[in-house]
């Protein structure tokens, strides 16, 4: 999710082993945290948090006044969700992830290992307890203890055939080869998003790829576009978005092949929020939001022209992480 702006801005990183290599540094307080980079904001039901740069994790009752958060890493956190309004989990790199069970305030440590050169992309929880963290290169952990352990997997079901073949002769013929191939050889998963009734994931080199059995097994969908995707999103009608690099825009309806929404803004998408009324949002780099509503795409630019990571809808106002810290505008009626 994200993945090109992160690695032009900080060395990229890692997700993890449970281990934990070396105690890290606690986030500095700053007096402007809401004015650094932001990656990920979440409306908890109570308070909004918005994550991103040097592990600052802010918080807000109000969308106007912002505190930060007790968090301790210095990391860049990538992402964030929560489990209800009280627990909640943050990933980023340096194989980081971070839990509060005070909505926000608090962190704790959960993992952390320096030594693996990937970033976490996406966090996602399904109940309190079973969640799942991806990123670069088929990074793919689960845990059913709420993150006190993070089980490693390899979704060998999401390669393609020569390559699943490849990698049986090379675990017979080279086992300490399998592994080093299994470390790179998927693509960058950017994004897992629930629906009522699976799991997506989205991420580079086209891949979309679903579970219908929370996250036991996984299946690759049908190619329909080479570049990378980072954002996902579907209603209760079945309607489904899947947007990403360049400005690639797809979306069906329920039972329908993905058809290409026309676009002649190349802003790359970096997520997707409903905003109402069956109309979406599509938040994208340099300043650009696209309005999608009736199979109709219309742009907006913000005047600043930065990175728009996230958004929510909150008090009728649209609440930004951005490149450049929180941005807040008021929705059209």
Same mark, same amino acid.
């Given at each position: 999710?994200?993945?090109?702006?992160?690695?032009?801005?900080?060395?990229?990183?890692?997700?993890? #082993?449970?281990?934990?290599?070396?105690? $890290? =540094?606690?986030?500095?307080? !700053?007096?402007?945290?809401?004015?650094?980079?932001? #990656?990920?904001?979440?409306?908890? /039901?109570? *308070?909004?948090?918005?994550?991103?740069?040097? +592990?600052?994790?802010? #918080?807000?009752?109000?969308?106007?006044?912002?505190?930060?958060?007790?968090?301790?890493?210095?990391?860049?956190?990538?992402?964030?969700?929560?489990?209800?309004?009280?627990?909640?989990?943050?990933? /980023?790199?340096?194989?980081? @992830?971070?839990?509060?069970?005070?909505?926000?305030?608090?962190?704790?440590?959960?993992?952390?290992?320096?030594?693996?050169?990937? $970033?976490? =992309?996406?966090?996602?929880?399904?109940?309190?307890?079973?969640?799942?963290?991806?990123?670069?290169? +088929?990074?793919?952990?689960?845990?059913?203890? /709420?993150?006190?352990?993070?089980?490693?997997?390899?979704?060998?079901?999401?390669?393609?055939?020569?390559?699943?073949?490849?990698?049986?002769?090379?675990?017979?013929?080279? $086992?300490?080869?399998? &592994?080093? &191939?299994?470390?790179? @050889?998927?693509?960058?998963?950017?994004?897992?998003?629930?629906?009522?009734?699976?799991?997506?994931?989205?991420?580079?080199?086209?891949?979309?790829?679903?579970?219908?059995?929370?996250?036991?097994t996984w299946q690759r969908d049908e190619e329909i576009y080479q570049g990378s995707f980072f954002a996902y999103a579907n209603d &209760? *009608?079945? *309607?489904?978005?899947? !947007?990403?690099?360049?400005?690639?825009?797809?979306?069906? *309806?329920? /039972? &329908?092949?993905?058809? $290409?929404?026309?676009?002649?803004?190349?802003?790359?998408?970096?997520?997707?929020?409903?905003?109402?009324?069956?109309?979406?949002?599509?938040?994208?780099?340099? +300043?650009?939001?696209?309005?999608?509503?009736?199979?109709?795409?219309?742009?907006?630019?913000?005047?600043?022209?930065?990175?728009?990571?996230?958004?929510?809808?909150f008090e009728n106002k649209l609440v930004m992480a951005s490149e450049n810290g929180i941005k807040v505008k008021g929705m059209a009626?």
């Amino acid at each position: 999710m994200k993945y090109m702006l992160y690695a032009g801005l900080a060395a990229v990183a890692s997700l993890s #082993t449970h281990s934990i290599a070396a105690e $890290p =540094l606690a986030a500095i307080v !700053a007096t402007k945290a809401d004015k650094t980079l932001l #990656t990920d904001i979440e409306y908890t /039901g109570k *308070q909004l948090v918005a994550v991103g740069k040097h +592990g600052t994790i802010i #918080t807000s009752s109000n969308a106007k006044n912002w505190q930060q958060a007790s968090v301790p890493t210095q990391v860049l956190l990538t992402a964030v969700t929560f489990s209800g309004s009280e627990l909640g989990w943050a990933c /980023g790199h340096d194989a980081t @992830i971070i839990h509060t069970n005070d909505g926000g305030a608090n962190w704790q440590l959960q993992q952390v290992d320096t030594q693996l050169d990937k $970033p976490c =992309l996406d966090i996602l929880f399904t109940s309190e307890l079973h969640g799942f963290a991806v990123g670069a290169y +088929g990074m793919f952990y689960e845990t059913s203890d /709420g993150g006190k352990y993070w089980q490693k997997r390899f979704l060998d079901s999401l390669l393609f055939a020569d390559d699943r073949d490849y990698l049986n002769d090379l675990k017979r013929s080279d $086992p300490q080869g399998y &592994e080093a &191939e299994t470390a790179s @050889i998927l693509p960058h998963f950017n994004r897992i998003v629930a629906t009522k009734d699976k799991l997506m994931l989205v991420g580079e080199m086209g891949l979309l790829a679903h579970s219908t059995d929370n996250g036991k097994t996984w299946q690759r969908d049908e190619e329909i576009y080479q570049g990378s995707f980072f954002a996902y999103a579907n209603d &209760e *009608q079945g *309607q489904e978005i899947v !947007a990403g690099l360049r400005g690639n825009i797809f979306s069906r *309806q329920l /039972g &329908e092949q993905w058809q $290409p929404i026309s676009n002649n803004k190349t802003a790359t998408i970096n997520s997707i929020i409903a905003s109402g009324n069956n109309q979406w949002l599509l938040l994208a780099n340099s +300043g650009v939001i696209f309005h999608y509503k009736n199979n109709q795409l219309t742009i907006e630019q913000l005047a600043d022209g930065k990175a728009v990571l996230d958004a929510v809808i909150f008090e009728n106002k649209l609440v930004m992480a951005s490149e450049n810290g929180i941005k807040v505008k008021g929705m059209a009626p």
